[in-house]
């Protein structure tokens, strides 16, 4: 029997068993990534799609105007503080408020007892005169009397008349009296007070007519004229505008307020009252036709224009501004569609939505 070698043959390795292989879990993590980075592009590419919200307005032709803005008070065209020329108490007033008075009307009567006893005694005095003068001529006439009595004679009845005429002509000093027709619109006298030189005891005034008395900058000084229209505006009747005209250019300005004076005939019957203060637009031009665009729609030069849905920046220039609409000389057209004050976050080509 033979005997045969024997060998232990040993296994493949990938045959031999070992350890389980390890579960891969990742896969299903990364589809969730996957996922959250697809939602998350798909947001923002929605947000970025998506319109913006606008207002929108339309570009119209209209009447474009250039005025010159000044403010002012209401006044009468004539009107006089009255003050006495003499110091004396108030004996009587006799004019009111709002009456009416006639040119020469006495108003208020001073205190005149001193001055009428001095008035009185020189025309006593220059009475005196006079007959000592009637006198002295009829002795000179017939010889008797020396010449220069005669004279002497004559010279003192002069002054003695001159001194009594200019006492009786002071006595009306004591009469406060109206200068011209009107009406009191103010007084500032009471029976009793004390009636100061210089200081006003009524205000008349021709209530026939009204003006403005307006500063003007003298930077614009140079485009106004007489007979240039003013639109006027006051805070006491709001989204009123009451024609005016002017009527008068001061040649000369103040040169510390830097300011020229203009003088705008008001309609005698409008509903504005001597001492408002108001604001005036001088209009200095106008134009026909001109291309007028929303001022809320401009913004650094320029304005968005809405076309195909989108937005799409137009440069512009601009004339005349005002607080509705703005004169565009460049760079639009009427008809065209514009964004009210567009958004910051506008860009070119933005979508926009069309607010109501």
Do not use: C
């Not at 304005?303 to 760079?331: N, Y």
Request: glycine share 8%; hydrophobic share 45%.
């Amino acid at each position: 029997m033979a005997i045969h070698d024997l060998r232990v043959v040993s296994e493949p390795e990938a045959a031999r068993p070992g350890p389980p292989p390890r579960r891969r879990r990742w896969p299903w993590r990364r589809g969730l990534i996957v996922l959250a980075l697809a939602a998350a592009g798909g947001f923002g590419a929605w947000s970025v799609l998506k319109p913006v919200e606008v207002k929108t307005a339309q570009v119209v032709t209209g009447e474009a105007v250039d005025a010159v803005y000044a403010s002012g008070v209401v006044e009468y065209v004539r009107q006089a503080s009255i003050a006495p020329v003499v110091t004396a108490p108030i004996r009587q007033v006799l004019a009111h408020e709002g009456d009416a008075v006639r040119p020469g009307q006495t108003l208020a009567q001073l205190d005149d007892g001193p001055q009428e006893g001095t008035t009185l005694q020189l025309e006593a005095q220059a009475a005196l005169a006079r007959a000592t003068a009637a006198r002295q001529t009829r002795l000179h006439e017939a010889g008797f009397g020396a010449k220069a009595a005669w004279e002497d004679a004559l010279a003192q009845a002069r002054a003695a008349d001159a001194a009594a005429k200019s006492a009786r002509a002071r006595l009306a000093d004591y009469r406060i009296k109206a200068p011209f027709a009107g009406r009191v619109i103010r007084r500032e006298a009471e029976p009793g007070d004390l009636a100061s030189v210089g200081k006003a005891m009524f205000v008349v005034a021709d209530t026939g007519a009204l003006r403005i008395t307006a500063d003007i900058d003298e930077r614009d000084v140079g485009r106004l004229a007489v007979g240039q229209a003013a639109a006027v505006r006051s805070d006491s009747f709001p989204g009123q505008v009451f024609d005016a005209r002017i009527s008068e250019i001061t040649p000369q300005g103040d040169s510390t307020g830097r300011v020229f004076r203009a003088r705008l005939a008001l309609d005698p019957d409008s509903t504005l009252k001597p001492g408002m203060t108001v604001e005036a637009n001088l209009v200095t031009a106008r134009r026909a036709d001109a291309v007028l665009a929303p001022t809320a729609a401009l913004r650094d030069g320029a304005v968005w224009l809405v076309r195909d849905g989108r937005a799409r920046r137009q440069a512009v220039k601009t004339g005349t501004k005002g607080v509705e609409r703005t004169e565009i000389t460049e760079g639009l057209k009427a008809g065209q569609t514009v964004v009210l004050d567009p958004p910051e976050k506008l860009k070119d080509g933005t979508r926009l939505s069309i607010g109501s």
